[in-house]
């Protein structure tokens, strides 16, 4: 199995700018996370997917961010109207429902809103 | 609401020393999961470990060992004589069934000096 990718693994931009984001898990894997990590912390949980259906979301998740995976395969992360406060590691995480159902992470997007 | 302290922010050690890092978890639950990473300075966080709590016996794999201990609610990670490939950052992790966030602690820095 090829791993978790993300695409792309930097973004700059400005206040104000949206990006988006874009995860592919690992093959046949039907649950999808992502998370976001400052630096020096660990890992924040935003949002889970199961297939394509959105089954959690953290209070972390503001109606600037939104998060999709519509054929239940890849996933995209939208930040509209970026604030400073974004910047940020964004990682996602896929695992199999069937088998330990342990997440594997892919190698992140890094954003830096100027 | 459950969380995971890893005390130790940085710890620094000559190779083929061993080091035990530290994690201390608070949950309500009888069943959950604790899980360790490691995050090299490619940023992608590996997976190392899955424990379930009903699963009380040491593990080793290599060089790598953890003991779990339920009365203390302590899931600590010991590396024999460590290797300068051994530098990165150590999360530990705690989910809860019903919910597929992970809840990660801050972290331990692990330096391995030649």
């Known amino acids: 199995d090829t791993g978790v990718s993300q695409d792309p693994r930097h973004k700059i931009t400005k206040r104000g700018q949206n990006v988006t984001f874009r995860c592919d898990p690992i093959s046949e894997h039907n649950r999808l996370y992502w998370y976001r990590q400052t630096l020096g912390q660990g890992p924040e949980f935003l949002t889970y997917?199961?297939?394509?259906?959105?089954?959690?979301k953290s209070r972390l998740l503001s109606d600037r961010f939104s998060a999709e995976r519509p054929k239940g395969s890849f996933s995209t992360l939208e930040i509209q109207r970026t604030e400073q406060g974004d910047s940020a590691m964004y990682l996602c995480?896929?695992?199999?429902?069937?088998?330990?159902?342990?997440?594997?992470f892919g190698p992140g997007t890094r954003l830096t809103v100027l | 609401a459950q969380k995971v302290t890893q005390a130790q922010t940085e710890i620094s050690v000559v190779e083929k020393e061993d080091v035990t890092l530290d994690c201390v978890y608070e949950?309500?639950?009888?069943?959950?999961?604790l899980f360790w990473y490691k995050q090299p300075p490619s940023g992608e966080l590996v997976f190392l470990i899955r424990?379930?709590?009903?699963?009380?016996q040491n593990e080793i794999s290599g060089r790598y060992s953890w003991n779990f201990q339920k009365s203390t609610s302590s899931f600590n990670f010991t590396i024999t004589a460590s290797q300068v490939v051994d530098s990165a950052v150590y999360f530990c992790a705690l989910s809860e069934p019903g919910r597929r966030a992970l809840t990660f602690g801050s972290g331990t820095r692990l330096q391995v000096q030649p």
């Open positions: 995480a896929s695992s199999d429902q069937d088998s330990t159902d342990t997440q594997y």
């Open positions: 997917f199961q297939n394509e259906a959105q089954l959690e």
């Open positions: 424990r379930n709590s009903f699963d009380e």
């Open positions: 949950t309500r639950d009888t069943t959950y999961y």
